[in-house]
């Protein structure tokens, strides 16, 4: 019974803005989002990709509540699992991991068999599926652009969390194909050279950069503290 009291309390402290709507770091989501939206005014947004220049730095918590809060909104949201080596969003929302984007791009099963509803009105969730030998391709394939074609008739808009850009050559090949790019950055934990070489290399990828977020800042009265902003 242990484990599954400390999953269902990281869950609850990585989906804050599900779980205490109210709180200083629901606000700060919020504000991303309105943001997000300022920042759309010559181009409407319709996907967004977030990841981060390396590990643990708050990417899939990150884009989990961002997804929620654009839910909240009344606009029809998925949250994306591409991540296919160390997906983690099945975790957070307590799915399964049977099928997944890996396995619709590979056209083992259709979207809306794969594609889960949530907790959250307008929320849905797509897990990575089972890990493939070939990440880096799928997310580079024809059969990429297709899903995003098809979401996009389904939803409002479309979040992505993805590996870190120093790590693997997957958020790269992502990032042109999404409208917009947001780069998690822990605060005391990425290295300055880090992040600016992972700004490079996905501008270099024609990718939009809509803004970075510094995460884990401490503040008074706050956990932690988030600012949007390019």
């Given at each position: 019974m242990a484990p599954k009291k400390k999953?269902?309390?990281?869950?609850?402290?990585?989906?804050?803005?599900?779980?205490?709507?109210?709180?200083?770091?629901?606000?700060?989501?919020?504000t991303i989002r309105?943001?997000?939206?300022?920042?759309?005014?010559?181009?409407?947004?319709?996907?967004i990709?977030?990841?981060?220049?390396?590990?643990?730095?708050?990417?899939s918590t990150t884009a989990a509540n961002l997804a929620v809060v654009f839910a909240q909104q009344d606009k029809r949201v998925l949250l994306v699992d591409a991540d296919m080596r160390?997906?983690?969003?099945?975790?957070?929302?307590?799915?399964?991991?049977?099928f997944?984007?890996?396995?619709?791009?590979?056209?083992?099963?259709?979207?809306?068999?794969?594609?889960?509803?949530?907790?959250?009105?307008?929320?849905?969730?797509?897990p990575s599926g089972p890990i493939p030998p070939n990440p880096a391709e799928l997310i580079g394939s024809k059969a990429m652009?297709?899903?995003?074609?098809e979401v996009k008739e389904s939803f409002d808009l479309v979040i992505f969390d993805t590996p870190p850009v120093l790590v693997v050559t997957d958020a790269?090949?992502?990032?042109?194909?999404?409208?917009?790019?947001?780069?998690?950055?822990?605060?005391?934990?990425?290295?300055?050279?880090?992040?600016?070489k992972a700004k490079e290399l996905l501008t270099n990828a024609k990718g939009k950069?809509?803004?970075?977020?510094?995460?884990?800042?401490?503040i008074e009265h706050t956990a932690q503290y988030y600012y949007y902003g390019k």
């Open positions: 999953i269902l309390k990281e869950t609850r402290r990585k989906l804050v803005t599900m779980t205490d709507s109210k709180s200083p770091i629901s606000e700060q989501y919020r309105t943001n997000i939206q300022f920042s759309a005014i010559d181009q409407e947004i319709r996907s990709m977030v990841t981060s220049s390396g590990p643990g730095e708050g990417k160390k997906p983690t969003v099945h975790y957070t929302f307590n799915l399964t991991n049977t997944g984007l890996t396995t619709v791009l590979s056209k083992q099963v259709k979207l809306n068999e794969a594609v889960n509803t949530t907790k959250v009105n307008n929320l849905f969730v797509l652009d297709a899903f995003l074609a790269q090949l992502l990032a042109n194909k999404c409208d917009g790019t947001i780069l998690v950055v822990y605060s005391g934990k990425a290295e300055v050279e880090h992040v600016a950069m809509l803004g970075a977020i510094l995460n884990g800042k401490k």
